[in-house]
Each structure stands twice: as structure tokens, then as C-alpha cells.
């Protein structure tokens, strides 16, 4: 057995385990200050909205020696309008245009032509009004909040309300660092970023719904024990299942860092650059939330319950009566203790002080005690 899953086994056993419950206030405060931070970034920089949202138009040019920066001006100059330009892969240029009208969208697709020395029809243009973007945004908050509702629905008949409310906190943790982090780098909010986000929700609710199947399964009948408290049951809970959380989480994400570093980075694939981004960014704070934020808050929660807090008493006034009969047979035990220490040194002591056999001291030659004596034989 390889030597992770030598510690998974190890975790899963409760032989090791890191204490992600009892030091849940060190990860809420990681949390918010990373929330914190995304939120000002949405709220300083915004989101730079795609065409799909904003309307405009997107013109392709064919392959052309002509730089990016180049035609960026061109552009600019023609339509009046902040331009976006891709080098792709295969030498073509993508120029989108926000806001543009279809009089501005013909003025700029000539100027792209004669700019890039090719006919006007080479340079296709695809114009889209900003209605149907409205439209598209409309439908993705309207997706996401169907989501989110039959995901507490369901989370709340499988388990219970405090798991739901845990998770639903978990997804929308996940959701603001991810399109906070879409504020500061800057990418574009496209219809690719929407299927990304939703694609997120599930990978971020997978490993928190094994968490909470775990725990579910152990913490059945805990009020008749007294040997661990709700908290500490979690964070068994959570050990357990924490090497299968990370390999999934790293299994994941290498395919998504592919698309977005080389297919995104190397090959400038437009699209890639915004579903990739999304995934990889909420791929990780999904893993994050569901170890951190997750189960610690189910445990905060249930803790508030009166059985569990009686619960709670219970467990340490066991250990107390526990630890007191500890020290008072510590206490009987040290007289026999001392006798045995005594046992081993050497001493003038009657043989009815003596337990067992008693240690002689070793000669260091033969002329040493209990030896023939030095010199020279006669």
C-alpha cells in the first residue's frame, strides 16, 4: 500500500486526524477575509460582461500578420468604443466590439478589411442586441436559483436543516470567490461562465454531501454514549474522508488547469479561457469549503441543540471521574515504584526487602571486585 493510502486508512481508523472542528475559527477567518476581498473587488473593478450580455458585435478576421494591438486601434477608432482583441491559434483575430449599432458595426467591419489588406466578406461579423442578452441573464438567475432551492429541499429530507443551511452558506462562499476573482483578473462574463458556475455547485456539493453522509451515519444514537462529543464525532467524520476529498479535488482539477493554462494560455481559445477559469477557481474553493466550512458549521449548529450540550457535559464529566481515578491510582502505584527503583541499585538490604533476584555489580577485570586479585601469579 503507497503511503497516502497508508494515512487515509490511519484517518479513517481515527489513528491520526487534524482537529478541522476545534480550530473552525481560524478557518471562518480565512474565509471572510478572502470573501471580503472578492466582494471589493466586484464592487470597485465590476464584471467585464460579455457581448452576449451587453449586446455589440464580434468580428473574425482570417489569418493575418496583423498584431493584435494594431487592429485593437483600428477598431477603436471606427466604432468609438473600447475594443477586446484574441490572437488565436491559428493566426486569426477575434475583435469584440460592445454597444455597438449595426451602422457602427459596418463602419468597423470595413475598417477591419481594409486595415488587414483582405476583402469585406473575409471579416465575418456576428451582432447581437442587447435584449437577448438580457434575456440570457435573466435565464441564468433563474437557473441558479431553482438550483439552489431544490438543493436545500433535498439536503433537508436526506439529512436535516442544519446540513442544508451548512451547504447552501458552503455554494454561496464558493460563488462570491469565484466571481470575485472574475472581477480582478478581468475576464469575460460569458455564457461560458455561467455553465462553469453551475458545473462548480455540483463538484462543490459532491464532497460535502460525503461528509454529511458519514456523519449522518455516525452520529446515530450519540446521546447514548459518552465517550465523544458532536464535534469531535465530525471531525472523525471529516478525517475519514479526507484523502478521498483531495485526490478527487486533484484528479479534477489537472484536465481543468490544462484547458486553462495551455488550451486558454498557449492556444488562446476564447471560450476555454472562461469556463476553464471558472472551474479551476471554484473546483478549489468548493474542496475548501467542504473540509472547512461545511462540516464545522453543521457542528457549530447541532451544538446549540439541548441534547447535544447535555451531551457535551456528559462526555466531560466522564472524563474528569476518568482522569481523578487515573491520578489516584498514579498515586498508589508510586510507593511500589520507588521499591523497584530501589531494587535496582545496589544496597546492604535484608533479603526480605528483596523481589526477585537481586542485580551484582560487574567486575571490570579480572583483578576487580569479586575477582582473583592483580599481579603477578606466584
Do not use: C
Request: hydrophobic content about 45%; proline content about 3%; glycine content about 12%.
Amino acid at each position: 500500500m503507497s503511503r497516502l493510502g497508508t494515512i487515509g486508512a490511519r484517518l479513517y481508523r481515527g489513528e491520526v486526524g487534524y482537529d478541522f472542528v476545534g480550530k473552525r475559527k481560524i478557518w471562518y477567518g480565512i474565509s471572510i477575509l478572502i470573501t471580503i476581498t472578492a466582494i471589493v473587488g466586484l464592487a470597485v473593478r465590476g464584471l467585464n460582461m460579455g457581448i452576449e450580455f451587453s449586446g455589440g458585435a464580434v468580428f473574425t478576421t482570417p489569418k493575418t500578420s496583423v498584431s493584435a494591438e494594431a487592429a485593437k486601434r483600428t477598431a477603436e477608432d471606427a466604432s468609438s468604443h473600447q475594443a477586446i482583441v484574441q490572437k488565436l491559434g491559428d493566426g486569426t483575430l477575434r475583435v469584440q466590439v460592445s454597444e455597438l449599432t449595426t451602422d457602427q458595426s459596418r463602419t468597423t467591419q470595413q475598417a477591419l478589411a481594409k486595415k488587414l489588406a483582405v476583402p469585406l466578406e473575409k471579416v465575418n461579423t456576428d451582432i447581437v442586441g442587447p435584449s437577448w442578452g438580457d434575456q440570457i441573464a435573466n435565464k441564468a438567475w433563474t437557473g441558479l436559483g431553482v438550483f439552489m432551492v431544490l438543493v436545500v429541499i433535498y439536503l433537508a429530507i436526506a439529512f436535516e436543516w442544519r446540513m442544508a443551511l451548512a451547504a447552501l452558506i458552503a455554494l454561496i462562499h464558493d460563488l462570491t470567490i469565484t466571481v470575485g476573482v472574475y472581477a480582478l483578473v478581468g475576464f469575460e462574463v460569458t455564457p461560458g461562465t455561467v455553465i462553469g458556475l453551475l458545473t462548480i455547485l455540483g463538484y462543490s456539493l459532491y464532497d460535502t454531501v460525503v461528509v454529511f453522509d458519514g456523519l449522518k451515519e455516525s452520529s446515530k444514537d450519540i446521546t447514548k454514549q459518552t465517550r465523544f462529543t458532536y464535534s469531535e464525532i465530525a471531525n472523525r467524520s471529516l478525517n475519514g474522508t479526507l484523502v478521498r476529498s483531495i485526490n478527487t479535488t486533484v484528479v479534477a482539477l489537472l484536465p481543468v488547469a490544462g484547458l486553462l493554462f495551455i488550451g486558454g494560455g498557449f492556444l488562446g481559445a476564447g471560450m476555454l479561457n472562461d469556463i476553464s477559469l471558472a472551474l479551476f477557481v471554484g473546483l478549489a474553493a468548493g474542496a475548501y469549503s467542504s473540509i472547512f466550512i461545511a462540516t464545522p458549521l453543521v457542528a457549530d449548529l447541532k451544538e446549540r441543540d439541548p441534547q447535544m450540550q447535555a451531551l457535551t457535559k456528559r462526555v466531560r464529566a466522564r472524563r474528569a471521574a476518568d482522569a481523578a481515578k487515573a491520578d489516584s491510582a498514579g498515586a498508589a502505584a508510586s510507593p511500589e515504584e520507588s521499591d523497584e527503583q530501589d531494587e535496582d541499585e545496589p544496597q546492604d538490604a535484608s533479603p526480605a526487602g528483596l523481589v526477585g533476584q537481586r542485580r551484582q555489580p560487574t567486575g571490570r577485570g579480572r583483578g576487580g571486585r569479586g575477582g582473583r586479585p592483580q599481579g603477578k601469579r606466584r
